[in-house]
């Protein structure tokens, strides 16, 4: 919700009056999604007002339940889901609703969560031009290589974080943080083979 703060604080008015491209360059969002869901004025849209009420919501459930870690990602006979490629949001929901598990996509034009409704949420994705930026609700920023199964390491890193962080270098070389404090992730060949997922921690 501290994004959606600084938006209205910062957009078109004093001092920096910045404009919602000016915003969305400075602090690395999508302009479609800041044009959709602020005015120039950096007032909230009702697109807007929607995705604020989604927020609070989150944070309310997830202060009232906090977050077990998925029962079933060491099981060895559920299988990745490969939808064809290029279908981002169909890649992330069925993966999403395998695991019984909910996260929020960013694109440049919508925010929409997808997964299992009412199940665990565990983080927000956005895609930008050249990666997929990644938020676990269990703390951490990462950035995905580009690549055909961006959308499904990003899922992956995910269930991952919740589980732990160990498990989740086991998966994934790590470099940075870059100046926007976010890790760069490239998958292991392993990453997203059942038999990881599976193997004892």
Same mark, same amino acid.
């Given at each position: *919700?501290?994004?959606?703060?600084?938006?209205?604080?910062?957009? $078109?008015?004093?001092?920096?009056?910045? /404009?919602?491209?000016?915003?969305?360059?400075?602090?690395?969002?999508?302009?479609? =999604?800041?044009? #959709?869901?602020?005015?120039?004025?950096?007032? =909230? +849209?009702?697109?807007?007002?929607?995705?604020?009420?989604?927020?609070?919501?989150?944070?309310? /459930?997830? @202060?009232?339940?906090? *977050?077990?870690?998925?029962?079933?990602? &060491?099981?060895?006979?559920? *299988?990745?889901?490969?939808?064809?490629?290029? #279908?981002? &949001?169909?890649?992330? !929901?069925?993966?999403?609703?395998?695991?019984?598990? /909910?996260?929020?996509?960013? +694109?440049? %034009?919508?925010?929409? +969560?997808?997964?299992?409704?009412?199940?665990?949420?565990?983080?927000?994705?956005?895609?930008?031009?050249? !990666?997929?930026?990644?938020?676990?609700?269990?703390?951490?920023?990462?950035?995905?290589?580009?690549?055909?199964?961006?959308?499904?390491?990003?899922?992956?890193?995910? *269930?991952?974080?919740?589980?732990?962080?160990?498990?989740?270098?086991?998966?994934?070389?790590?470099?940075?943080?870059? %100046?926007? $404090? @976010?890790?760069?992730? +490239?998958?292991?060949?392993?990453?997203?083979?059942?038999?990881? =997922?599976?193997?004892?921690?």
């Amino acid at each position: *919700m501290k994004d959606f703060e600084l938006a209205q604080n910062t957009i $078109g008015k004093p001092p920096a009056h910045l /404009s919602r491209e000016e915003f969305s360059r400075r602090h690395g969002y999508p302009e479609a =999604l800041i044009r #959709d869901n602020f005015t120039e004025a950096g007032d =909230l +849209t009702a697109a807007g007002k929607e995705a604020l009420r989604r927020a609070i919501d989150r944070v309310a /459930s997830r @202060e009232a339940a906090p *977050m077990s870690p998925p029962t079933d990602i &060491h099981d060895p006979s559920i *299988m990745v889901v490969s939808p064809p490629p290029g #279908d981002a &949001h169909a890649q992330v !929901h069925a993966l999403a609703l395998q695991r019984g598990v /909910s996260v929020e996509v960013q +694109t440049w %034009r919508e925010a929409r +969560t997808l997964g299992t409704r009412g199940g665990p949420y565990i983080g927000d994705i956005a895609l930008f031009r050249n !990666h997929w930026a990644v938020r676990s609700t269990r703390g951490g920023r990462y950035r995905i290589t580009p690549g055909p199964n961006a959308a499904l390491h990003a899922v992956n890193v995910l *269930m991952l974080k919740n589980i732990g962080q160990t498990i989740l270098a086991d998966h994934y070389a790590m470099s940075g943080p870059n %100046r926007r $404090g @976010e890790i760069t992730l +490239t998958p292991q060949p392993w990453a997203l083979s059942p038999m990881a =997922l599976a193997a004892p921690r």
